[in-house]
Nanobody, 123 residues
Framework: VQLQASGGGLVQTGGSLRLSCAAR????????MAWFRQGPGKEREFVAA???????HYSDSVKGRFTISRDKVKNTVYLQMDSLKPEDTAIYYC??????????????????WGQGTQVTVSS
């Protein structure tokens, strides 16, 4: 499976962006999908995940502001980001895997990764 993330850009504090992750090759059918991010000088961290069963998980830092969803017909996963803050600035990566509930936040749970899309939030 080859994943392609898009939708990043420059936005002011309080603004919104919607990221998309599509399968360029293969299908994400049957996979749990997640978004991770890596800010400047920081380690990659979990943002949100949606399991194939539909279960959804968010990091505490984005809960209430970000929404993950998937369109199974379009083979695409989305991350709607609202009320953006400067600390949300990062490269955002989408990933596909088959995590169990206790491992949805863990990088090794995901087999396939997109190339990343830059999100910059200005203050």
């Amino acid at each position: 499976v080859q994943l392609q993330a898009s939708g990043g850009g420059l936005v002011q504090t309080g603004g919104s962006l919607r990221l998309s992750c599509a399968a360029r090759e293969g299908t994400i059918s049957g996979y749990g999908m997640a978004w991770f991010r890596q800010g400047p000088g920081k380690e990659r961290e979990f943002v949100a995940a949606i399991r194939w069963s539909g279960g959804i998980h968010y990091s505490d830092s984005v809960k209430g502001r970000f929404t993950i969803s998937r369109d199974k017909v379009k083979n695409t996963v989305y991350l709607q980001m609202d009320s953006l803050k400067p600390e949300d600035t990062a490269i955002y990566y989408c990933a596909a895997g088959r995590p169990i509930v206790s491992s949805v936040t863990l990088i090794p749970s995901y087999y396939y990764w997109g190339q990343g899309t830059q999100v910059t939030v200005s203050s």
